[in-house]
Nanobody
Framework: QLQASGGGLVQAGGSLRLSCAAS????????MGWFRQAPAKEREFVAVISWSGGRTYYRDSVKGRFTISRENAKNTVYLQMNSLKPEDTAVYYCAARILRTSDSGYIYYTKRTEYDYWGQGTQVTVSS
């Protein structure tokens, strides 16, 4: 079970930090991702982090502004969002992918179907 939090209303240029807490005791067996969905748009990939936290990958539009991180001891993944823009407005979802033996270090999981579990979403609104 995944519980996302930290969303809110912020002005353009501001920052927010999203958190996603997992109840799974084997949290470090999951790659974790963040997706977002704006009104009338498809849910899109934002960022992913490997089980160890050593590898990350971002969509181009958030590179340099967003940082994904994790604390396995706390079963939590974070998304630090800086220099927010109105186009970042969306519901943000965290997702978990159970590691497969075939993954072998690959982390470029950008499709919804590649994840096994989803959180309930947290609203981020950026005003201009």
């Amino acid at each position: 079970q995944l519980q996302a939090s930290g969303g809110g209303l912020v002005q353009a240029g501001g920052s927010l930090r999203l958190s996603c807490a997992a109840s799974e005791r084997t949290f470090n067996n999951y790659a974790m991702g963040w997706f977002r969905q704006a009104p009338a748009k498809e849910r899109e990939f934002v960022a992913v982090i490997s089980w160890s936290g050593g590898r990350t990958y971002y969509r181009d539009s958030v590179k340099g502004r967003f940082t994904i991180s994790r604390e396995n001891a706390k079963n939590t993944v974070y998304l630090q969002m800086n220099s927010l823009k109105p186009e970042d407005t969306a519901v943000y979802y965290c997702a978990a992918r159970i590691l497969r033996t075939s993954d072998s270090g690959y982390i470029y999981y950008t499709k919804r179907t590649e994840y096994d579990y989803w959180g309930q979403g947290t609203q981020v609104t950026v005003s201009s």
